[in-house]
């Protein structure tokens, strides 16, 4: 019977399911209650960072797949072992804070390489809830909570449930097999319908391709990304 329910759910717009619309109702209110709490959350997160990596370029992932769900992002980049000055000082700098366990739980860019003037775009991991700040590095009145993600597991879905008050809403829900992905279904504000992302895998288990309906949204540029697998968290 609980099987037949999660089916059924599945099947449902996922803006439509209750358990979801009452989520947004209270992330709203945690929204409200980290605005004042910005900088002592990132702070205690950067304290469970035990490796840096920087890179030229988006590299790394807060959320599965984020770089090509629901658009492909421009995915190139260089890692950096040696920043010179010239890349410390690029808008394109991006430094990555990862925990015990080799996961990123802290990302920090750009918008400008005039930080001062214009902030870094900061999002960082706390417990179940991801925050998308603008942080200054001198006028921390300036800083600013941008949007909230919550991180919800319930069975074999997990679903990202995002609010950038005071009206805009995103929600990506993702059924696991195996610590796979195998759909992702993303639902916006602004969008008319829901976009069904499907996760084909070859018969040793790597991601072969993502489409939406009979279109390939997405497949490896190259023959040794033949080895992309990626954990579902």
């Known amino acids: 019977m609980e099987k037949k329910l999660l089916r059924m759910r599945w099947k449902m717009k996922i803006i439509e399911n209750p358990f979801i619309q009452s989520q947004i109702l209270i992330l709203k209110d945690e929204f409200d209650e980290y605005t004042t709490m910005i900088r002592p959350t990132l702070e205690a997160c950067k304290l469970q960072v035990t490796e840096w990596r920087l890179s030229l370029g988006k590299s790394l992932e807060l959320i599965p797949f984020e770089l090509i769900i629901p658009s492909i992002l421009n995915t190139k980049f260089r890692a950096i072992s040696k920043p010179t000055k010239s890349d410390l000082r690029s808008k394109n700098l991006m430094k990555y804070g990862l925990d015990a366990t080799g996961k990123p739980i802290l990302s920090i860019g750009r918008l400008d390489k005039d930080i001062e003037k214009f902030g870094e775009i900061v999002r960082f991991k706390c417990d179940n809830l991801i925050l998308n700040c603008q942080i200054f590095p001198v006028d921390h009145k300036k800083d600013r909570l941008s949007s909230i993600t919550k991180i919800i597991h319930?069975?074999?879905?997990?679903?990202?449930?995002?609010?950038?008050?005071?009206?805009?809403?995103?929600?990506?829900?993702?059924?696991?097999?195996?610590?796979?992905?195998?759909?992702?279904?993303?639902?916006?504000?602004?969008?008319?319908?829901?976009?069904?992302?499907?996760?084909?895998?070859?018969?040793?288990?790597?991601?072969?391709?993502?489409?939406?309906?009979?279109?390939?949204?997405?497949?490896?540029?190259h023959e040794n990304s033949e080895q992309i697998s990626p954990s579902a968290q």
């Not at 449930?161 to 759909?183: V, Y």
């Not at 499907?198 to 390939?216: A, Q, R, S, W």
């Open 154 to 221: 319930q069975e074999n879905i997990l679903h990202y449930i995002t609010i950038n008050p005071p009206h805009n809403w995103s929600i990506r829900t993702n059924l696991i097999k195996q610590n796979k992905i195998h759909r992702s279904t993303i639902m916006a504000t602004t969008w008319h319908n829901q976009l069904d992302y499907d996760f084909i895998y070859n018969t040793v288990e790597n991601l072969e391709k993502i489409v939406i309906g009979n279109h390939i949204h997405w497949s490896p540029p």
